[in-house]
């Protein structure tokens, strides 16, 4: 019988994220848009589309930030479209830069839209936090 050699897993790489790897995004950030978290992307068409207007009645900045408090108060709360939102952030993982308190968005992007790591591999680089918190098991 023939024995299989198998790929180690990838838990300790600095680009792994919860089964997923940051290398092309580390490398090339913000260089793949279908990446981008879509709860993110809704919220920012929404402030785009409220500038335009603003603009459109020559508000000046106070007026239209107190509109803006309005407006973004209707609109539908972050993980409201995405089958994948989860709101469990864990804390003690995750800095405060999450946007959407989602579990998987990391720098505006979404990590479960990333490649799925295969394992150890040639652009492995040994990290000695990524375990932690990149599988947060808290």
């Given at each position: 019988?023939?024995?299989?050699?198998?790929?180690?897993?990838?838990?300790?790489?600095?680009?792994?994220?919860?089964?997923?790897?940051?290398?092309?995004?580390?490398?090339?950030?913000?260089?793949?848009a279908e990446w981008t978290c879509s709860e993110i992307t809704r919220f920012l068409q929404a402030y785009d589309e409220f500038i335009d207007r603003a603009d459109r009645f020559s508000l000046n900045d106070e007026q239209a930030a107190r509109l803006w408090e309005s407006h973004e108060a209707d609109l539908p709360p972050a993980?409201?479209?995405?089958?994948?939102?989860?709101?469990?952030?864990c804390k003690q993982c995750v800095d405060d830069g999450s946007l959407t308190d989602c579990r998987y968005e990391l720098n505006l992007i979404c990590i479960l839209k990333l490649p799925v790591c295969t394992g150890v591999c040639r652009r492995y680089k040994h990290s000695q936090t990524s375990g932690a918190a990149s599988g947060c098991s808290h």
């Open positions: 019988m023939a024995a299989q050699v198998q790929k180690l897993p990838g838990v300790h790489c600095a680009y792994y994220q919860q089964g997923h790897c940051l290398f092309e995004e580390h490398m090339n950030p913000g260089d793949h993980g409201t479209l995405c089958p994948e939102f989860c709101p469990d952030v």
